[in-house]
Every structure is written in C-alpha cells, then in structure tokens.
C-alpha cells in the first residue's frame, strides 16, 4: 500500500494541473549558484501501472516530468531519490511521490496484503 496524493479523472489535463502543484512541493526550484543538497538535486524514476485504460503511455508522462524536470534533477533509473508513481485504472488516476528508499512494490487493495498472508497460512 502506498500513500495516494492525488486521485482524478484520468484527464491529460488534469493530470498537468496537479503535476505542476506535486512537483513544486517535492522539487523546489533550483537558482542558478545553489548548491545541491539532500532536497534539492534529487534524482527521480517513474513507476508507470495502467489498467483498463489504453490513452496514456509510460512516455508520454516520462517526456512530460523531462520537461519540467530537466538538468536540475537528474533521471536516475536504478535507486533514485524519488520514485512519482503513477497508477491508472480504468477512469482514475492516483499519483504520488515517494522516498525512493521506500518499498516499490504496492496494491491500491488494502486488505491484499491481509489476503496473501491468509493463504500463505493454509500452504
């Protein structure tokens, strides 16, 4: 189970309007001169999950945070800093953006986890 910070229609537009609002909190901007700390210059990954859906890609939103996400905070595909999931099923969309150090593996279901030690437990 992971943390969800934004639900919504599966939009392309309203997934830029609180894509922008995401990346202001978890990426700040970065003056020209300033030093790379913890926070800022931290590298990034996406983790992409569709589902019943076939109008987005996992490009399309990789070429969108390239964009907005350019030198400042390097793409780093093995053990980044930070891990935006990205999670559409069917008409919703859930994104987040977690400390890469955390646990990539998740379920949206929050008793998956209760279901699979209860079968582990009848082997």
Not at 10 to 18: I, L, S, V
Not at 40 to 45: E, K, R
Not at 74 to 83: A, E, F, G, N, S
Not at 96 to 107: F, M
Request: hydrophobic share 35%; proline share 5%; net charge neutral.
């Amino acid at each position: 189970v992971y943390p969800v910070e934004y639900a919504f229609d599966a939009k392309w537009e309203t997934f830029k309007h609180f894509a922008e609002i995401l990346l202001e909190k978890h990426f700040p901007a970065i003056s020209e001169g300033q030093e790379f700390t913890s926070n800022i210059g931290s590298t990034w990954n996406i983790q992409y999950k569709c589902r019943s859906n076939d109008k987005f890609s996992k490009d399309l939103f990789l070429s969108f945070f390239l964009e907005f996400l350019p030198n400042r905070y390097p793409q780093r595909l093995v053990h980044p800093d930070k891990l935006i999931l990205i999670d559409i099923s069917q008409h919703i969309m859930c994104v987040s953006v977690l400390d890469g150090k955390q646990k990539t593996r998740y379920s949206i279901n929050p008793f998956a986890h209760e279901m699979h030690e209860t079968r582990v437990a009848y082997k």
